[in-house]
């Protein structure tokens, strides 16, 4: 699931094998869909790793992997050069003395000042310390200029896993910069020099910044409080805002029909959300009828009676509504219901209780009743 962005960059464990519908696979391996994700989308996405990537260079694409300004960056370029004529033809030599170089010097922090003109030059010479976008922009100018066909990676590194769904959260603070440099006999190998900083000199994180400093027993809980949220969100997604007119249709298949017209649907949907309302209605009836079985044939034989004017008043008592019906309509057998049924609701007699029901349940006005 990707969650709108307006961008059309899409996200893929590498490598992707394939376009999905609605999107382009560059010569990059990168994936964009053909409109901007202004809403949420759902795509299936296949990838696998690489046994090597890109054999051969053409004469264009090592141009373009070499491509440099003039006229900046010069301690880079004569460092470079440097670099090259100790190594040889050895570009892997060129490239492990780099991340040597890091790995010894360099420090990781998100507090670094506005480059300047020469700004390569100033991260590798003087401030030393950066992200990910300065470790991995000034290894490419690095290795550009010591020949070395390099480009500069985007993308996420990482993610979180959420327990609840069993799934994986990539977000923006999940995103990375890395670096591709080409080597005969291997093509396109990745490299991350800011992965080459040492442990004890990363002094500043996203993720120190969020947490702040504060009681990691309450931060703990609001992470987990975080994943249910979004965990809920994403059965939302997957039951309401995904619910569209393909996953419509197969609801359908186990009944053995394929596919149906629009017309046909809305009208299979409409019949369905009336059946539901109907047993919905059925329920709520239920639950409102009398749950006692002797009261519940009692009320039910005294509208039997109500249909011919004889109904019994809400605070009327059982045998003087009898008696009353009696009264205007001789009703023998009546009068002994009505004596039993107070018996056996209110004085608690040891009463027949099955036959009491069984005759309640038979008993109906006596031909002489009338309106």
């Known amino acids: ?146 020949g070395i066909p390099a480009r500069v990676v985007t993308g996420f590194a990482g993610g979180t896993r959420n327990r609840y769904g069993d799934y994986w959260v990539v977000r923006r603070m999940d995103a990375h910069a890395w670096a591709e440099v080409w080597l005969p006999g291997r093509g396109w190998v990745r490299v991350d020099p800011t992965a080459a900083v040492a442990p004890e000199r990363i002094y500043d994180t996203l993720e120190d910044r969020l947490q702040g400093g504060g009681d990691t027993t309450l931060q703990g809980r609001w992470a987990q409080l975080g994943q249910a949220s979004d965990w809920l969100r994403r059965g939302w997604n997957d039951l309401v805002l995904s619910f569209n007119a393909s996953r419509q249709q197969q609801l359908l298949r186990p009944l053995g029909i394929d596919k149906l017209e629009p017309a046909q649907l809305i009208l299979v949907f ?8 109907g047993w919905m209605a059925w329920l709520l009836a239920r639950g409102e009828r009398e749950r006692d079985p002797l009261l519940r044939a009692w009320h039910r034989m005294g509208r039997r009676y109500a249909r011919f004017g ?58 002489g009743a009338s309106p």
């Open 1 to 146: 699931d990707y969650e709108p962005t307006d961008r059309q960059q899409l996200v893929a464990l590498d490598l992707p094998l394939q376009a999905p519908p609605g999107s382009d696979l560059g010569a990059d391996h990168s994936l964009r869909s053909r409109t901007s994700l202004t809403a949420l989308t759902r795509w299936r996405l296949q990838s696998a790793p690489a046994g090597s990537y890109v054999d051969a260079l053409s004469p264009y694409q090592r141009r373009q992997a070499l491509q440099l300004p003039e006229g900046f960056n010069p301690r880079t370029a004569t460092l470079a050069r440097q670099w090259r004529a100790e190594a040889g033809s050895d570009d892997a030599a060129i490239v492990r003395r780099a991340l040597d170089w890091i790995r010894a010097r360099f420090a990781y922090t998100l507090t670094t000042p506005l480059p300047g003109r020469d700004g390569v030059d100033e991260f590798l010479f003087d401030q030393q310390a950066g992200f990910c976008q300065h470790f991995s922009s000034a290894f490419v100018v690095l290795m550009r200029n010591a």
């Open 310 to 367: 004889l109904a019994r008043d809400s605070a009327e008592p059982a045998e003087c509504w009898a008696r009353r019906v009696h009264q205007q309509r001789p009703d023998p057998a009546l009068l002994s219901l009505s004596s039993r049924f107070v018996l056996a609701r209110y004085a608690g007699a040891d009463v027949d209780l099955t036959s009491l029901l069984r005759d309640l349940r038979r008993h109906r006005p006596s031909s």
């Open 270 to 277: 409409t019949v369905f959300a009336l059946a539901t309302l």
